[in-house]
């Protein structure tokens, strides 16, 4: 969520044109967090596949060996 809200802001400083603002920069900047926004999203969900396939099996994590 964090990764969308900064997105945003720097969105709308590029959108409007802030003359504050150098648009090169803005655009770099929103350019890179998109980038982050993705790769976390991405981390997540690898993340979240691999922990259900190792528990509901499939994984060699979830089996367990009793035999000594």
């Given at each position: 969520?964090?990764?969308?809200?900064?997105?945003?802001?720097?969105?709308?400083?590029?959108?409007?044109?802030?003359?504050?603002?150098s648009?090169?920069?803005?655009?770099?900047?929103?350019?890179?967090?998109?980038?982050?926004?993705?790769?976390?999203?991405?981390?997540?969900?690898?993340?979240?596949?691999?922990?259900?396939?190792?528990?509901?099996?499939?994984?060699?994590?979830?089996?367990?060996?009793?035999?000594?």
């Amino acid at each position: 969520i964090f990764w969308i809200a900064v997105l945003g802001i720097f969105a709308r400083f590029y959108i409007d044109d802030y003359p504050s603002c150098s648009g090169k920069q803005v655009k770099s900047a929103a350019f890179v967090d998109l980038t982050n926004m993705i790769l976390w999203f991405v981390t997540g969900l690898c993340g979240a596949a691999i922990s259900l396939r190792t528990r509901y099996g499939g994984g060699e994590i979830a089996e367990r060996n009793d035999d000594g």
